[in-house]
Nanobody
Framework: QVQVVESGGGLVQAGGSLRLSCTTT????????MGWFRQAPGKEREGVSC????????YYADSVKGRFTISRDNAKNTLYLQMNSLKPEDTALYYC??????????????????WGQGTQVTVSS
């Protein structure tokens, strides 16, 4: 059974940091391209970042460039999203997703076939 599970969300003040983690089961992690997405209330889901199987290439949404860093540890089957300098507009439900490619900087959700349930990130002003 395939499972994608996120953790690490929470409440933080503006300017603070959080690190999200994501693990998968039932998939060969080091074959996967992984991505982070988020959805704020009343808004569409948007791609935040994606990383290929080796970590050699990564894409970031313009809104998070320079503040968020995606990384992975294939030995631990774990994906990370380090979020620094958080802003209230980063408040959203953050999803981890697994697929086999990420076709460009727009980080299309259609590239990803396996999704977690999400972890809430709330940034207070």
């Amino acid at each position: 059974q395939v499972q994608v599970v996120e953790s690490g969300g929470g409440l933080v003040q503006a300017g603070g940091s959080l690190r999200l983690s994501c693990t998968t089961t039932g998939l060969k992690f080091d074959d996967l391209t992984m991505g982070w997405f988020r959805q704020a209330p009343g808004k569409e889901r948007e791609g935040v970042s994606c990383i290929n199987w080796s970590g050699a290439w990564k894409y970031y949404a313009d809104s998070v460039k320079g503040r968020f860093t995606i990384s992975r540890d294939n030995a631990k089957n774990t994906l990370y999203l380090q979020m620094n300098s958080l802003k209230p507009e980063d408040t959203a439900l953050y999803y981890c997703a697994a697929g086999h490619y990420c076709s460009g900087p727009s980080i299309p959700s259609t590239d990803f076939g396996y999704w977690g349930q999400g972890t809430q990130v709330t940034v207070s002003s």
